[in-house]
């Protein structure tokens, strides 16, 4: 009989769920909680690639998720005055090929729980407090309430609490790209038909896209800084900092700007990776971008999320419970997995910002680097069969 069978999983986004459904599987008890109060619906495109692919094919949920997945047709490369310099049409635009998909992180957040609707899962709920002893973890809920647990699992993100509680700032690296991305939404002025834009100028870039919301656009600014940037610890701030770097940069930035006034899904955050030469400390284990971020720019999160989620969950139910040699394999098998994935992250960049104008000649061979970096990043792991 497996050991160690209760198991808190902190955070429902991706990875989260994505191991309480293999816990569950494999004869585990898990329980899943999520600080904010509510499912955050929407959300930007990701992408499901290589071998994440055929764990979500393991899962029974490809289908549900080809169902949902974004149907953009085309993406066009334009200058400051609005002219097209490259355009792109099929998966090739997105940077995929065969089985790959792309979806609304919220639609397969949905899936996901749906997935695992036989395992707990409460919103609103924070731990505050976190103490391992020799035979479970106690875990203080914000609440005030107490509860102990033979193993812990967090997967809440970049900014995760839960590893601030666990490890030191010796065993953590928080290595900051010198880049920051925002993402909203506006009404689709433009009238995108299922099609992207992207402008880069200037280490600065501003991409728009409409899917299947005919009257709404999707927007991405993301750009370097060459100091710390001060003044954008809230939302406000945030968007004084995009109004005073792409005012006047050219295409669309000022209308968009003056729209993003209006936004009520105003995403900001730096663009960093998480970096530790072992995700697993006692009793309690890193999961994701907690653990081992590549950054938006690597478009491996997702991935690394699947992945990650798969071989922790399948090495515990090998081990039976036994997190010592479960948690030892789990850090040796990711670890050339999340390399090649920051790596990437790391590369792109330094190449997809620009100083200047991006030319046609640039953003095309660009464009198909990318595609056979990507290609080799996503396929950097054998996957062990559990089953």
């Known amino acids: 009989m497996n050991r160690n069978r209760k198991i808190l999983v902190i955070g429902a986004g991706i990875a989260g769920p994505t191991i309480c459904y293999w816990l569950k599987k494999y004869g585990f008890n898990p329980t899943l909680i999520e600080r904010s109060e509510q499912l955050r619906a929407g959300g930007y495109a990701i992408d499901i690639r290589g071998i994440a692919v055929d764990i979500v094919k393991k899962m029974g949920i490809y289908d549900d998720i080809y169902a949902k997945r974004t149907s953009l047709l085309s993406k066009r490369y334009v200058d400051a005055d609005g002219h097209t310099l490259s355009e792109e049409h099929g998966e090739k635009a997105s940077f995929r090929e065969d089985n790959d998909v792309e979806i609304v992180r919220g639609d397969l957040v949905n899936i996901l729980l749906e997935a695992t609707s036989d395992v707990p899962c409460h919103f609103d709920q924070e731990i505050i407090r976190l103490v391992q002893k020799d035979e479970s973890v106690e875990m203080t809920f914000k609440d005030g309430h107490i509860e102990h647990y033979d193993l812990v699992v967090a997967a809440d993100g970049l900014h995760s609490s839960t590893r601030g509680m666990t490890f030191s700032e010796e065993d953590c690296q928080f290595f900051d790209l010198g880049s920051y991305i925002s993402i909203f939404s506006i009404p689709n002025y433009l009238h995108l038909n299922r099609t992207e834009v992207s402008f880069v100028k200037d280490q600065k870039f501003i991409g728009m896209n409409s899917d299947k919301n005919s009257d709404r656009a999707l927007v991405c600014f993301v750009f370097r800084a060459t100091k710390v940037l001060s003044g954008i610890a809230d939302e406000r701030g945030q968007k004084k900092c995009l109004r005073d770097l792409f005012y006047d940069l050219g295409w669309e930035s000022n209308k968009i700007l003056d729209l993003m006034n209006e936004s009520d899904d105003f995403y900001f955050d730096s663009i960093a990776q998480i970096k530790m030469d072992s995700w697993t400390k006692g009793r309690v284990a890193l999961l994701g971008d907690?653990?081992?971020?590549?950054s938006p720019l690597s478009g491996q999160g997702t991935d690394l999320a699947i992945v990650g989620a798969y071989i922790l969950a399948g090495e515990l139910k090998s081990a039976e419970g036994d997190y010592s040699v479960a948690f030892k394999r789990y850090n040796e098998?990711?670890?050339?997995?999340?390399?090649?994935?920051?790596?990437?992250?790391?590369?792109?960049?330094?190449?997809?910002?620009?100083?200047?104008?991006?030319?046609?000649?640039?953003?095309?061979?660009?464009?198909?680097v990318i595609m056979e970096k990507i290609k080799m990043a996503s396929n950097a792991i054998l996957l062990p069969d559990y089953m």
């Open 290 to 294: 907690a653990g081992y971020c590549a």
């Open 333 to 368: 098998l990711m670890r050339p997995f999340v390399d090649a994935s920051q790596e990437l992250g790391a590369w792109v960049r330094e190449s997809y910002l620009p100083e200047g104008e991006a030319s046609k000649e640039i953003i095309e061979e660009r464009s198909s």
